[in-house]
């Protein structure tokens, strides 16, 4: 517990808190079992847990030799569908993705798959 007691960063965090505040807590934040293969219910949660757990696909635009600001950025998997506008530095990333093959559609643009075991940059792609 000193650890906890004395993390700068706050990375870490212990609470005496009733089962219903913690639920609520849990809810609020999003947190998740850390243990879940456990039988028994532990008491340690973890805030974005998917970032280690699941996969990601990422990458940049580039138009123009500039930054590609306000492009529209589709994921498509399955049945699936995201979108995403890229900003001011022209990134896009999709996250808490599971294991598979997705596809990328760039708007206006031919798209690009990537087969998801691990999270994928997909680098600079001119458009």
């Known amino acids: 517990m000193i650890c906890i007691h004395s993390c700068p960063t706050e990375a870490m965090k212990d609470f005496h808190l009733e089962t219903a505040e913690m639920d609520k807590k849990n809810k609020d934040e999003k947190l998740e ?3 879940p293969q456990l039988s028994s219910k532990t008491n340690v949660f973890c805030k974005n847990l998917y970032r280690v757990e699941k996969t990601v696909i990422a990458g940049d635009l580039l138009k123009d030799k500039e930054c590609a600001e306000g492009i529209e950025v589709t994921l498509k998997w399955k049945t699936v569908s995201s979108t995403q506008t890229t900003e001011y530095f022209s990134d ?4 808490a993705l599971d294991p ?9 643009k031919r798209g690009r ?6 999270s994928v940059n997909l680098g600079m792609i001119v458009i």
């Open 33 to 35: 079992n850390c243990l």
């Open 92 to 95: 896009f990333k999709f996250d």
């Open 100 to 108: 598979g093959e997705y596809a990328i559609e760039i708007k206006g």
């Open 113 to 118: 798959k990537a087969n998801l075991e691990n």
